[in-house]
């Protein structure tokens, strides 16, 4: 038999018990112990990004190390190898998945289908009536209640879509509108004419992009990009700021301007659109702006009151636009591009305005 701690064979076998009931206690201690430090490198591992997983494990490693019982090695510098007990390696980050969104809607266009833009860039407040009728409130459109992009949102089941340069309260979950009120068709003549919508809309493509090339969250993915319908309603304040010319020099420069609504359409389809909803311009012989306009007789108002001059280029821009669509469905394969014809619509509010109340 051994010798006791003090050398003496007397008390041998009651100091050999006592010392297994200390050995006995010292392996629960590091069990427990090691079952704790178990617990917080899976806890660490499950809840911690996959950035800091490396130095949980370090961290975890020296915690278990200092708990290993003496003479175990692990203590006196020594690292022994035990099969199976490896910790297992960090697993990395989920993968964000931005999910396919049912409605998309992206907008250009002006003042018929801004929706607070122009409000949001100027810092102003529309004065009354804007907001009146339907919102009751200020929203930054020019009119009393919805312009037609929101009544298509509705009939699309989505929510009204945010304007791009709207710091506050947007929801961009289902498309930008890049309307901005007094943008034009031809470049230049203003701060966010079309070209310039379309360049901000390929900036926010691109950002959203990024977002989901490093794993962060983005509003769309890229097949909500491929699957949105576009819609534009751009031009009228391009053809009205010619209206005082001759009609001929008017005509004349309405090719220009259907041009570059055509460039347009062009740049989005290269940059994945397919689906176009192309509104024509409006009745604008019959604009209360321009019916107020000082004239010399009434000889150039239609049946309905209206400047019939400045309803006939009206038409022929539309005339043109169409055209263009049609050339344009030829050319853009895979792609469905619809024409509005907005003037036989607004002119229809005006012809049977009794009927429409």
């Not at 949980?56 to 278990?64: C, D, I, P, Q, V």
């Not at 055509?262 to 209360?288: D, S, V």
């Not at 209206?306 to 263009?324: D, G, M, Y």
Request: aromatic content about 8%; hydrophobic content about 40%.
């Amino acid at each position: 038999m051994a010798s006791g701690p003090n050398g003496g064979g007397n008390g041998g076998g009651g100091g050999g018990g006592l010392m297994k009931n200390m050995s006995l206690l010292r392996l629960q201690y590091y069990c427990v112990l090691g079952a704790v430090a178990g617990a917080v490198l899976f806890a660490t591992l499950r809840y911690m990004p996959a950035a800091g997983s490396g130095a949980a494990l370090s961290t975890t490693s020296a915690l278990a190390t200092a708990a290993a019982p003496a003479g175990s090695g692990a203590g006196a510098g020594e690292h022994r190898k035990i099969k199976g007990t490896a910790p297992a390696p960090a697993k990395a980050a989920a993968k964000v998945v931005t999910k396919p969104k049912e409605v998309v809607v992206f907008n250009f266009g002006d003042s018929n289908s801004d929706t607070g833009g122009v409000a949001a860039i100027m810092g102003i407040r529309i004065s009354a009536p804007e907001g009146r009728a339907y919102f009751h409130h200020p929203t930054g459109r020019l009119s009393d209640g919805r312009v037609v992009l929101d009544f298509i949102c509705e009939t699309l089941n989505t929510h009204h879509l945010s304007p791009y340069m709207k710091p506050l309260g947007s929801d961009y979950s289902n498309g930008v509108n890049f309307a901005i009120a007094g943008a034009t068709a031809t470049p230049g003549d203003t701060p966010f004419s079309l070209d310039v919508q379309i360049d901000q809309f390929i900036f926010y493509r691109d950002r959203c992009n990024d977002s989901i090339t490093r794993d962060e969250p983005a509003p769309l993915n890229m097949l909500d990009f491929e699957r949105a319908l576009y819609t534009m309603d751009i031009g009228q304040n391009d053809i009205t700021s010619i209206l005082y010319l001759p009609y001929d020099e008017v005509l004349a420069k309405l090719p220009h301007f259907v041009a570059e609504i055509r460039k347009a359409i062009e740049i989005l389809h290269k940059n994945g659109a397919r689906k176009f909803w192309i509104h024509g311009t409006g009745a604008l012989g019959c604009l209360p702006a321009k019916l107020a306009m000082p004239r010399a007789s009434d000889g150039d108002l239609d049946e309905h009151g209206c400047i019939a001059k400045f309803n006939n280029a009206a038409k022929r821009f539309n005339t043109l636009l169409s055209e263009a669509c049609d050339d344009l469905r030829l050319l853009l394969k895979k792609s469905s591009i619809i024409f509005v014809d907005m003037f036989a619509i607004k002119y229809d509010l005006v012809a049977n305005h009794t009927r429409s109340r």
